[in-house]
């Protein structure tokens, strides 16, 4: 017994050093965010931020809150859009048997595979012509594509798991197909409605292809290119830099604590079914 | 012995609620099945809007890129839109490009390098945290950090690590003796830099992957081997190993789709260069595109469609094996 304890502790010590190596680079984006202009460039730098200083956080409440806005609102855009897109056709793929259902599967598969600049650029010369760059709407079709097709997938698996009485039940009490899903599954299928949007926002949020081709030097730009724009021209201020990106994490950080479950399950469902 | 015979049966039966997601409903099970007659209409009332996006949002923006390769754009005609069809030249041009030869090779470095460390890695660690120690399922967790940080912010904090004079790792290798290395300046090293930091995403996502492939192979293995006195490393090899293999082969696969698009990552942090020595198909798609003030769409979306056709390919090459692995 004691040497089984002795054993676990060894592997909990090593997992530690393990977890902090990993997460250095995150601990060194929180040191610096922290660290005074004149001690920027010190050699060697300091490994803790002795004499902290809040500068770099003032700089971000000063300059980057219409960008962090813009995130924000894109965000929830992408949210909205994605479910109201990907929830019905999951409910159909699961449920109804549609024919060719399987063909616009194999589609959906196949689209998380285009790479993004490919789509950056068709939506570019799409939207020229439209007038749409440089719009909130605009982005937030074009980070919506970053997560349909596998909001689609998330919809489908949960809801084949609904059974399939109870669906009966319901039709045999008179509910149409549209009230079966308003009603019974999408009340059902909370859990995945939360995964798919936590990762249509943490997708949208983070995406810097798309804003760095639509919106670029438009009046609502996104998080992602205000830290762009940060490192672009050369600003030596560091401190602000890393504050920009601490804050524009904060919200894989607040997934990470509130919902790491779904997370482990968002990754694995993109890969291994089962 | 009696367990590995088992194995094959159990995963169909688990993968069948996956598989429903990718196939369409068998024929044997519509025909086996009298369903209720589910009318079609109301099936594909529920899909036409997604349907309807895939046209618009995705084959819609992959027809105009393909139009853009196949005609000779300026910045007038490409807002007037009156190009004059030039049809492969754009592509020959693209061939004959000096920097064709580099950017191939790099996208090949590139790739094989961070997959390879990407899956020893992940697949060291899960081996590892599959023990169940105290506190192991938080550190896992906490593993995950790297891979949901918007791809800007772990740019920006490796650029500025990673910096000549005043990042922390020549400040290491300055402490062991080592002199300092222009990690992002000098053509000899932009690329080592961003496949570092390309490994150090993508570890969390084989991590998690292969640590979901270890929980479906049955403990009592594992047991039997000790028991015939099997050691650690004999039973990584002859046990973990080799039954984690159609999960490996889907990391992997997928691995190579996602690595094959990056581009968040190099552009940030060395724009490809300098002297191109880290740009590959996507960065240089983007540089012909966008990176210059007279830009070459043409060539650019020639490029990028290079890119999605070999996307395409080890795309379809994965799903292939999923689906076999599903129907096995």
Redesign the interface.
Known sequence: MNRGAARSWWKTTLGLLLTAVMLFPVYWMLNVSLTPEQDMRKSPPDLFPAHGTLDGYRTVLDEQLPYLGTSLVVGLGTVVLTVALAAPAGYALAKLRPRGGGILSFLLLAAQMIPGIIMAMGFYAIYLQLGLLQSVPGLIVADSTLAVPFGVLIFTAFMSGIPGELLQAAKTDGAGALRTFVSIVLPMSRNAVVTVSLFAFLWSWSDFVFAGTLVNGGAHEPITLGIYHYIGNNNQEWNAIMATAVVASLPAAVILVLAQRYVAAGVTAGAVKD | MNHVTQMPER?PA??R?????????RPAD?RARR??T?P?W??????A???L??AL??A??????L??SLRNYTVRS??Q?DAPFTGLANYTKVFDDPTFAPALLHTVVFTAVCLIFQYAIGLA?AV??H?H????AT?R??????????????A??????LNS??G?VN?AL??VGVGPVNWLTSPDWSLTSVIIANI?IG???NL??LY??LQ?IPGSLYEAAALDGANAWQRFWRITFPLLRP?SA??LL?GL?YT??V??IIW?MTKGGPADSSTTF?TW??QL??GNLLPA?GP??AV??L??VA??V???IY?KV?RKQ?LS
């Not at chain 2, 609620?17 to 409903?25: D, I, N, V």
């Open positions: 995963r688990q993968v609620k996956g598989a429903a997601a990718t196939a369409a409903p519509a369903r209720p589910s079609q109301a099936a594909w009332a529920f899909l809007p997604v349907t996006y895939l949002f995705y819609y923006p992959l027809y105009r890129n139009d853009l490409f807002v839109g660690l590892f945290f023990q120690f105290r506190l192991s550190l967790a906490l593993f995950l950090v790297p891979w949901l940080l918007p791809l800007i912010v772990s920006s904090t490796w650029s500025w690590m004079d005043s922390i400040a300055h402490a150090w570890v969390p996502f998690v992957v979901s492939g479906s999960v889907i990391t997928l789709v094959l698009k581009f968040d940030i996507a798609s983007y595109g966008f769409f650019g979306a990028g469609n890119l999605v996307a395409l080890f795309g379809l799903l999923q599903a």
